[in-house]
């Protein structure tokens, strides 16, 4: 290769050249970069920095504390306990097999939730925990944590849970929580973010749900660092949440624990309500059911159970339950007439067994009919024939706003859930409903609280309330809330005339005090605690003429679910109401020998401070009365979750 | 100091010829390679295992290569370069049939103790065989047609087997660098000019026809070229990456969140931390200030170079070395361009920085032979 001289020359000045050339260009990029680098880090640097710590930070909400139920003399009735539960995570464990064989050994471990866990473990990242246990003892909780070494990424974790440690007693009032769904979310345009946590415990019925928003309190937060796959690398600051709003109801544990006792295998509801501020001091529906399964989640068969159950132990049968009020319902119509003015004490009517109007005869329960009657021997007595009189006298409409005006067809505000209305039927409401006339033998139906009337066992204890005070009382259920007392439902008075109702409850007193009345054998013998009342028998089924012919068969000899109604309404003591009661025994024959001897029970119950005397009951009951009283005395030594077990 | 000693007219011989090796130049090599090992050491969490300590194990292997190219005389290594062409388009057309997919592209041959990825070598051997094709050329001849040709097919030989990898961002490095050695050899301005306004006006020919009924490529292929262009219209797949290193490199600030404080790296935000994205790290750690120091190191190499090839009177010399440079610049200027949302990602290295054998090797052989040229200067 020959190259002359001027050639190279030449060839070196053109490569300086373009080399300068090149080289300007280079460092002129390199400045454009160092520019770059200027305006990306000193003029856009705080959002970065603040992008970057979006990115870092991730905030973790803290379940707060749900507020504890006490009843009203600051018995616990909804618990939070420690609930633990065993949680693996796999990239500690090892050999995943193993260490969860391992694990089963000390642990009682349900083979399908294991494959559940392993599946969930395979999905998630490998450092995040996954349950493979829950809500196990604290024993099985102890044994892991004493074999720890042995058990590599075996974690065992505590957490708060709902408890009721009285099992079926407050099933249907306080209610029950599980864990937060899709369709709890929907009730909110804005869910708490605390609702978001996955098995959340939330309110479903009762009080539980009806308070959830106080119950739940509020999240607290903890900022925790997190890498780029999720990892929590270190917590960087916390606050702390606020515990729910404890909830004091005015129910009183030992009486409802001791109405459920009475009732026993009844299907049957108790409400007691106090005569002052209307405090339901019992509120009670039999059977009922252990709220801590659904808790737990209750098994299929478990549910199945329930729901297949004809005693209807899921039915809130206090709130719920509409029966006809039968004979209990005598004092409205009764009370209609007087406030009239078309009927007083001495007024009679001639029951000869039976009243025709029209074709149709109506039947009073005793063929062989009354006699004279006058307004106190024919409630004392139930004689239907004098309140069909009265009935066909005053006009259902009266009889309507009397009922109403006594809390029958109302909802009355009460946190439980299906808490329902009723029937008050007048003559408006049957064109509305079946868009027919009203007929003069449905104000006969009417007048004896049967036809188209429906009452439920709360309805039926307002109107006992109101008879008793006169004032327009309503119940309450929760006493106070985080020590704050809600006001008084003794409401004001509604404006009957006093002399009328001194003559109602004269003659209901004489129902279980007069060797005539209808719940004599249910008497109170203790002179201060004597109760006034009214027996009621609602029939399930219609009786034919033909039956009627033949002699109505009786209640002990049809099938259980074809047997009468009893129902029970009273108040005590008679001198100075304290409570009213309202008793229904589904299917328990009549009123004065399956409502009135619980209903005398509950009342001495509830206005003793401890066990009533023996001497306050007549003397045939009292052997019975000294059983239940040892029994109920056992019962209480026990601690309540064993009871709950059995239930 | 013999750097300055230009009197000396004689190339010098034996072990004495080490005095005349461009030192600072050596020191600023070593300087950026310590930046590198002190981010690979950070962006391991503090382990020097990981990343750091291979990485130093390669930059003295690479040191000992660089002393050994540049003891050899320079006109052995001008005599070597079509061999070394030949050898390199040999193993891309190897690595084409044996080579390991990493990374969803075939690019490396495992030769047991090392992974050699024959494109890394592709820069240097066309450098190499550019600058001695234009030494042996007559340079009268220099922008007659015919020979154009020839180097554009030198160029376009090894650009298409890498493309086929797939590795773009190699392919644009070796398409940019040969077209540019041929800039600097005096092809005529218009055949740039040329090549130019066909490029242009062919993409945007392409863009243009997009929505008309006589659209040159399908709707998904555009849809790619968008997100290759601006990640940003996909925020959770392509512009993910792009996001987190912007967001790396916004936070340092000016002079950084402090060594190994970094969150955006150590949180394992950034992707490719210990390769492509170091440079993120970097800017996260030291700012602003770091990031700049980075920078005039490199630029300080690069003008080192640009000022030995000036003053080299042998052309081969000379345009090996600034091919060399700008192989170097290329590296470090597509590679921050990238990582700070100035161009797409491609896959480029930050030179000497970035984790990874091949890439260390070769540069260092590459300064090899800017040594040798510097050396065995005519004086």
């Known amino acids: 290769m020959r190259r002359t001289s001027k050639d190279s020359a030449d060839s070196a000045r053109r490569i300086t050249r373009r080399g300068m050339i090149l080289g300007g260009v280079q460092l002129g990029f390199a400045t454009v970069l160092a520019m770059r680098m200027r305006y990306m880090q000193v003029d856009q640097g705080e959002e970065f920095r603040l992008l970057a710590e979006e990115n870092r930070v991730n905030l973790r909400l803290i379940p707060p504390a749900r507020g504890q139920i006490f009843d009203r003399n600051g018995v616990v009735i909804a618990a939070n306990e420690p609930a633990y539960r065993i949680t693996v995570v796999r990239e500690d464990a090892g050999d995943l097999e193993s260490t969860i064989a391992r694990l089963a050994t000390l642990v009682e471990l349900d083979p399908s939730e294991i494959e559940r866990a392993i599946a969930e473990m395979q999905r998630s990242a490998p450092f995040l925990p996954v349950t493979v246990a829950d809500r196990v003892s604290w024993d099985s909780v102890s044994r892991v944590a004493a074999n720890a070494p042995a058990l590599p990424g075996v974690n065992p974790e505590v957490g708060l849970s709902r408890h009721y440690p009285h099992g079926e007693i407050y099933a249907h009032v306080v209610g029950y929580v599980q864990p937060v769904s899709e369709r709890d979310l929907a009730r909110y345009e804005d869910p708490d973010p605390v609702l978001r ?222 808490v329902g209305e009723g029937i008050m039927p007048d003559k408006a409401w049957k064109r509305e409903r079946w868009n027919q006339e009203w007929r003069i033998g449905d104000t006969v139906n009417c007048s004896i609280g049967q036809g188209d009337v429906l009452t439920s066992p709360l309805q039926l204890a307002v109107m006992t309330a109101r008879l008793a005070t006169g004032r327009s009382i309503s119940p309450r259920l929760v006493r106070s809330i985080d020590g704050v007392e809600e006001p008084s439902r003794g409401g004001e008075p509604i404006g009957l005339n006093e002399n009328h109702l001194r003559w109602i409850r004269a003659a209901m007193y004489d129902v279980s005090n007069n060797r005539r009345g209808t719940a004599y054998r249910s008497r109170i013998i203790a002179e201060e605690m004597r109760m006034a009342g009214k027996t009621g028998t609602s029939q399930v089924r219609n009786i034919t003429a033909a039956e009627r012919a033949r002699g109505v068969t009786r209640n002990e000899d049809l099938p259980w679910n074809r047997r009468d109604h009893g129902l029970f309404v009273n108040y005590a003591p008679y001198d100075n109401p304290r409570i009213a009661v309202a008793t229904i025994v589904e299917h328990g024959g009549g009123g004065s020998s399956a409502a009135a001897p619980i209903a005398r029970d509950v009342t001495l119950q509830a206005l003793y401070e401890g066990d009533p005397p023996v001497e306050a009951y007549p003397t045939a009951d009292r052997d019975r009365i000294q059983e239940l009283q040892e029994n109920l005395r056992q019962r209480r030594q026990m601690a309540p979750d064993e009871r709950t077990s059995r239930a | 100091m013999s750097y300055l000693e230009y009197t000396v007219k004689t190339v010098p011989g034996g072990w004495r010829k080490a005095l005349f ?359």
């Open chain 1, 197 to 418: 946590i996955p098995r959340f415990q939330f309110g479903k019925i009762g009080v539980e749900t009806k308070y959830e928003d106080m119950l739940r309190g509020r999240a607290g937060s903890k900022r925790v660092e997190v890498n780029a796959a999720g990892r929590v690398m270190r917590e960087l600051d916390r606050r702390e949440g606020e515990a729910g709003a404890d909830l004091q109801l005015t129910v009183d544990t030992r009486l409802q624990d001791y109405i459920h006792a009475r009732l026993g295998d009844e299907s049957a509801s108790v409400v007691v309500m106090d005569l002052e501020h209307g405090d339901l001091l019992a509120i009670a529906s039999a059977p009922g059911f252990d709220p801590n399964k659904f808790v737990r989640g209750i098994s299929y068969d478990d549910y199945g159970a329930l729901q297949g159950d004809e005693r209807a132990p899921l039915v809130s049968k206090t709130v719920q339950g509409f029966y006809p009020p039968g004979s209990t319902f005598k004092m409205v119509t009764a009370l209609a007439a007087l406030e009239a003015g078309i009927t007083g004490p001495g007024n009679t009517v001639w029951c000869p067994g039976h009243l025709k109007v029209g074709s149709r005869r109506f039947h009073c329960w005793k063929r062989a009919g009354h006699g004279h009657m006058n307004l106190e021997n024919a409630l004392m007595q139930s004689c239907d024939v004098y309140f069909y009189e009265m009935a066909l006298r005053v006009g259902i409409d009266k009889i309507a706003e009397m009922g109403r005006k006594l809390g029958l067809g109302a909802i009355h505000d009460v946190p439980m859930s299906a």
């Open chain 2, 21 to 379: 090796l461009n030192w600072p130049l050596i020191v600023l090599l070593a300087a950026v390679a310590c930046v590198g090992f002190l981010m690979l050491y950070s962006v391991a969490g503090g382990q020097i295992g990981t990343w750091a300590e291979p990485q130093m194990k390669r930059f003295l292997l690479g040191l000992a290569l660089m002393f050994v190219v540049a003891m050899v005389p320079i006109w052995f290594w001008r005599n070597m370069s079509v061999l070394a062409y030949l050898i390199s388009v040999g193993l891309l057309v190897m690595v084409e049939f044996f080579g390991s997919v990493g990374m969803g592209a075939q690019r490396w041959i495992d030769l047991g103790f090392m992974r050699l990825q024959p494109s890394e070598l592709m820069k240097i051997a066309l450098v190499m065989v550019l600058a001695a094709y234009y030494d042996w050329l007559p340079l009268k001849k220099t922008s007659r047609p015919l020979w154009v040709i020839v180097p554009v097919i030198l160029i376009l030989i090894p650009t298409g087997l890498v493309l086929t990898q797939p590795d773009l961002g190699t392919a644009i490095l070796l398409l940019a660098g040969g077209g540019l050695m041929m800039f600097l050899a005096g092809v005529h301005w218009a055949y740039f000019g040329a090549v130019i306004a066909a490029g242009v006006g062919f993409v945007s020919t392409v863009f243009k026809s997009r929505g008309t009924d006589w659209q040159l490529l399908k709707d998904y292929q555009f849809r790619r070229i968008d997100t290759f262009l601006d990640p940003s219209t996909d925020p959770l797949g392509a512009g993910y990456h792009i996001t987190q290193a912007k967001i790396a490199m916004g936070s340092g600030g000016w002079t950084g969140r402090g060594f190994m404080q970094g969150t955006q790296s150590r949180l394992n935000f950034l992707p490719e931390k210990h390769t492509d994205f170091i440079f993120n790290t970097l800017a996260e750690e030291f700012g602003f200030v770091g990031g700049v120091s980075l920078l005039v190191l490199y630029v300080l190499i690069l003008v080192f170079c640009i000022i030995s090839a000036l003053q080299n009177r042998d052309r081969f010399s000379s345009l090996l070395t600034l091919g060399i440079g700008l192989t170097f610049f290329l590296y470090f200027a597509v590679n921050m361009s990238m990582v700070m949302g100035l161009a797409p990602v491609v896959g480029v290295p930050l030179p000497l920085v970035s984790y990874g054998g091949s890439a260390m090797l070769v540069l260092m052989i590459a300064f090899g032979l800017v040594q040798s040229a510097h050396v065995h200067r005519p004086r």
